[in-house]
C-alpha cells in the first residue's frame, strides 16, 4: 500500500462544475503539498499546507491531520484546469524529501 | 529571479552511453533534490543534496547513478551506462532552507534512452 493515495485516479468533468481530488496518508507528516503538472510540462506548487485550510483564486485546498486526509477543490472548472493533480507529503521522519501521490489526471471538457 | 532551471529539456542516449543533468536551483537556494518520475508512474525521490554535500540519497539506485552540487555551478544527476530503464523524466526541486519547506520545482528533464 502507498504511503500517500489519491482519489480519483482519473476524473472528467463539464466546464462550471465542482472538482474535488482527495488525497489520504499513512504517516505522520509535517507539511503536504499540492501540485499541477501539465503534459510534457513541468511541476508548478499550488499549495503547501500544515493545518486548516488556504484558497487561491479558484482553487481551495484544506487539510485534516487528525484523519490524515486532503483535498484539493476547484470552483467553477474550466479546460486550462485540466491536468495532473499531486498531493505530496513530507514525512516528520525523512527530513527534507517528498512522498508523492500517483496524481490525478483531470480532464475538463468545454 | 528566474526559477529552477533544468537543461536539457529533452536528451536522447543510446544504451550504455553516459547522461549528465543539470539543475540550476533558484538564486539564493542551497539545497537541491532531484526526483524521478518513470512512464505511467508518480514521482519518487532520488537524492537531496546541500553545497558540496550529499544529505540523503536514500534514493538513488546503487549503480551507475551519482550525483554532486558543487560549490560553484549546477548540480549533475550523472547516469552512466543508460539502459531503457532509465528513460523517465527527471526533475529537480530546490529550497533556501532544509526540510524543503517550499515546492519550486523546474521544468524536467526528459531522458529517453534508444
Known amino acids: 500500500k502507498n504511503e500517500v493515495e489519491q482519489s480519483p485516479q482519473n476524473l472528467t468533468a463539464q466546464e462550471g462544475e465542482f472538482i474535488t481530488i482527495n488525497c489520504s496518508y499513512s504517516?505522520?507528516?509535517?507539511?503536504l503539498h499540492w501540485l499541477q503538472q501539465h503534459p510534457g510540462g513541468g511541476i508548478v506548487s499550488l499549495f503547501m499546507?500544515?493545518?486548516g485550510k488556504k484558497k487561491h483564486g479558484r482553487l481551495i485546498a484544506t487539510i485534516n491531520i487528525q484523519e490524515k486526509h486532503s483535498s484539493l477543490h476547484i470552483t467553477a472548472s474550466h479546460p486550462r484546469d485540466s491536468a495532473v493533480y499531486i498531493c505530496?507529503?513530507?514525512?516528520?521522519?525523512?527530513?527534507?524529501?517528498?512522498?508523492f501521490g500517483e496524481g490525478t489526471q483531470l480532464t475538463v471538457n468545454p | 529571479n528566474a526559477g529552477v532551471m533544468q537543461n536539457p529539456r529533452h536528451l536522447v542516449r543510446r544504451r550504455g552511453q553516459e547522461a549528465r543533468l543539470r539543475c540550476s536551483p533558484m538564486?539564493?537556494?542551497?539545497?537541491v533534490y532531484w526526483y524521478r518520475q518513470l512512464p505511467e508512474e508518480g514521482l519518487k525521490f532520488m537524492v537531496y543534496?546541500?553545497?558540496?554535500?550529499?544529505?540523503?540519497e536514500s534514493g538513488m539506485p546503487k549503480e551507475r547513478f551519482s550525483a554532486e552540487f558543487p560549490k560553484e555551478g549546477p548540480s549533475i544527476l550523472r547516469i552512466q551506462q543508460v539502459v531503457r530503464g532509465d528513460s523517465a523524466a527527471y526533475f529537480c526541486?530546490?529550497?533556501?532552507?532544509?526540510?524543503?519547506?517550499?515546492?519550486?520545482f523546474g521544468q524536467g528533464t526528459r531522458l529517453t534512452v534508444v
Open positions: 543534496l546541500q553545497k558540496e554535500n550529499i544529505i540523503d
Open positions: 505530496a507529503v513530507r514525512e516528520e521522519t525523512s527530513g527534507s524529501r517528498l512522498t
Open positions: 504517516v505522520g507528516i509535517s507539511a
Open positions: 538564486k539564493g537556494h542551497s539545497h
Open positions: 526541486a530546490s529550497s533556501p532552507l532544509p526540510g524543503h519547506t517550499e515546492a519550486f
Open positions: 499546507l500544515s493545518s
